[in-house]
């Protein structure tokens, strides 16, 4: 096994351990499928050890197949679709208020 997988194998079975016996085998079968570049946030997201800013990156990169973050998201009615596109906390409030993006 290459040094790479070694080291993902082994942070992926130390974040195994630190979790409710409950999502062990969700977040196995999430972490089996996220690349290298991406694990290190999604494990820190799992125990809650990221900011909320990170994990609701690492949630986003999931939803999108683990790609890169470049598109747009079409999800409207998704809860975090705001804070994905960037849409600043002002905006958000006006978006409540008054109904408009
Ligand atoms: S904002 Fe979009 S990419 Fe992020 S979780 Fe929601 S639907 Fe998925």
Redesign the pocket.
């Known amino acids: 096994m290459p040094k790479d997988n070694l080291g993902a194998h082994e942070l992926i079975q130390k974040t195994l351990t630190r979790i409710d016996p409950t999502r062990v085998a969700a977040v196995s079968k999430i972490s089996a499928n996220c690349p290298p570049k991406r694990l290190k946030i999604y494990l820190r997201s799992i125990t809650g050890e990221s900011t909320s800013r990170a994990a609701i990156k690492a949630?986003?990169q999931h939803?999108?197949g683990w790609e890169d973050l470049d598109q747009p998201?079409t999800?409207y009615g998704?809860p975090?679709?705001a804070i994905?596109e960037g849409i600043r906390p002002k905006r958000v409030k006006r978006i409540f208020t008054e109904g408009t993006v």
């Open positions: 949630m986003c939803c999108f998201c999800s998704c975090l679709y994905k």
